[in-house]
């Protein structure tokens, strides 16, 4: 028996791998598009068959496609959503532009294993054709942008729980260290008292509000052109095809996905991913301050900072040993990193949208699902693995609080910025704190010195005489 089957499209025919669920389309991307080696993410391919599977439904009850096609395409989107038949998207991320090959492999499985499903086999197109049934009334210009906001939309969901999580830990961090005195410090250099507990739950709030960014850009990508076939138009769709698809999707998803009001408008632009990208952008900007804050803090530990400890994960050295790393700190930095770099990616590719269609989507789907996976993941591990584990070293913060020559600002209501100044640079040149320059010279009582610098009244809001 033959191990191939031979298939046609418009540019001739070609041999196919016999038990290939793929077809000509898709065997021709591999050969045009043999690029990276990467393949579609999941929520991907998901999306585009909950799209399908929705659309199969509709057709079927508008009486667009015969009800026993129906049924089978159905059940073949049921069974790969599944699990089954993962191997057989095979084409490159870096494709063709719009998606059309990615499109096309979804038609060309879907098909065959349908046709599998009434009993015939693969490659039997007269039976059940990847265009003419499976894609009736679609068009990868509608097709492949809702398939990315439906698929940025559910992975979304599971960051939002992990950036939540985060959020939290940092915040109950700072409850946690709440009585810790520490040395503040601007430029780099010493500055009035603050407890490591402010400075952690600012990050924890600082992060609840990169949260609520993303899902204000999460709705903008629950808008959905669907229905608006090649050119925005509708053509060859039923009047209630896309609003029974998108109520399809909403059943399945359990998420508010919603027609738009202008077809055009939504195969034009891919602003809402453009959106959802810059919020996570600024994310990562925000996590690598944070993580370049956490790296300096417990810098050494013996010629550094090293008012926290981070949990240990890794020896940190092949050749220095018993050194240990900011290593958690130093992983979410580089995410951080690819994602802003993404963005610029994905900002260059929307701009690149022209007239009635965007053609490089293909690029977007991949940096965009790419880089919430790999921030959602990052994000997980930091938590449990470094965040979660962070101890404080009272001792060195409250001497760092206690010799901060920036604890003369305590002194300007009471001696004037001038003189405060004085001081500072005395006590800097004859190394000694504050409170011993202070006392030396006799300038405030012992009762009122020892009033004056509770160093926790300093870290709140307050004139002191």
């Given at each position: ?12 025919s ?13 065997a ?8 990276s ?14 799209i ?6 509709a ?15 159905m059940?073949?989107?049921?069974e ?62 509608d097709?492949v942008?809702?398939?990315?906001r ?16 985060l959020s ?15 040395s ?9 008292p ?18 609520h ?6 709705k903008?990508?629950?808008?959905l ?22 109520e ?13 009001n ?17 919020a ?7 996590l ?29 050295s092949?050749?220095m040993?018993?050194k240990?790393?900011?290593?958690m ?13 993404h ?17 490089m ?14 921030l959602?993941?990052?994000?997980r ?15 060195k ?15 300007n ?33 012992e ?19």
């Amino acid at each position: 028996m033959s191990a191939t089957r031979i298939e046609k499209d418009s540019l001739g025919s070609k041999e196919i791998p016999k038990e290939a669920y793929y077809g000509i389309n898709a065997a021709r991307a591999i050969e045009n598009f043999p690029i990276s080696g990467l393949r579609s993410h999941p929520y991907f391919i998901d999306s585009f068959l909950l799209i399908k599977k929705a659309a199969a439904k509709a057709n079927q009850d508008l009486g667009l496609i015969p009800k026993d096609i129906g049924r089978a395409v159905m059940q073949a989107c049921d069974e790969i959503l599944k699990g089954a038949l993962r191997d057989q998207f095979v084409v490159d991320v870096f494709q063709m532009g719009a998606g059309t090959a990615l499109h096309m492999n979804v038609n060309e499985v879907l098909a065959n294993r349908a046709i599998e499903i009434l009993g015939g086999e693969k490659g039997d197109y007269e039976k059940i054709n990847p265009n003419d049934h499976v894609n009736y009334g679609q068009s990868t210009n509608d097709v492949v942008p809702t398939a990315i906001r439906v698929g940025v939309r559910l992975l979304l969901e599971d960051l939002f729980a992990v950036l939540d999580s985060l959020s939290k830990e940092f915040i109950k961090k700072g409850k946690e260290f709440d009585d810790v005195i520490k040395s503040a410090r601007t430029h780099l250099q010493d500055a009035v008292p603050i407890r490591l507990g402010q400075e952690f739950t600012a990050y924890g709030l600082t992060l609840q509000k990169a949260l609520h960014r993303i899902q204000d850009a999460a709705k903008e990508v629950e808008e959905l052109g669907i229905g608006g076939s090649a050119a925005g138009t509708g053509l060859n769709t039923h009047p209630d095809y896309r609003h029974i698809v998108v109520e399809e999707l909403n059943k399945a998803t359990r998420i508010s996905f919603r027609p738009t009001n202008d077809l055009r408008e939504a195969m034009q632009s891919q602003r809402p991913l453009s959106e959802v990208s810059s919020a996570l952008k600024n994310l990562a900007v925000e996590l690598t301050r944070i993580c370049n804050d956490l790296r300096l803090l417990c810098s050494g530990p013996t010629t550094g900072f090293a008012e926290i400890v981070l949990p240990v994960v890794q020896a940190g050295s092949s050749i220095m040993p018993g050194k240990v790393n900011p290593s958690m700190a130093e992983m979410l930095n580089m995410v951080s990193f690819q994602i802003m770099g993404h963005d610029q990616a994905i900002t260059l590719a929307i701009q690149a949208g022209q007239l009635e269609l965007n053609v490089m989507t293909p690029l977007v789907a991949f940096d965009l699902f790419f880089s919430i996976e790999i921030l959602k993941n990052a994000m997980r591990v930091f938590t449990e693995r470094c965040v979660s584990g962070i101890v404080s070293n009272i001792e060195k913060c409250r001497h760092y609080a206690e010799m901060s020559l920036s604890l003369g600002t305590v002194l300007n209501p009471i001696i004037g910025y001038a003189k405060a100044a004085e001081i500072v640079k005395e006590a800097l040149v004859k190394n000694k704190s504050i409170i011993e320059t202070i006392r030396e010279k006799n300038l405030v009582p012992e009762k009122k010195l020892k009033e004056l610098f509770d160093l926790k009244k300093l870290t709140e809001p307050g004139v002191h005489k």
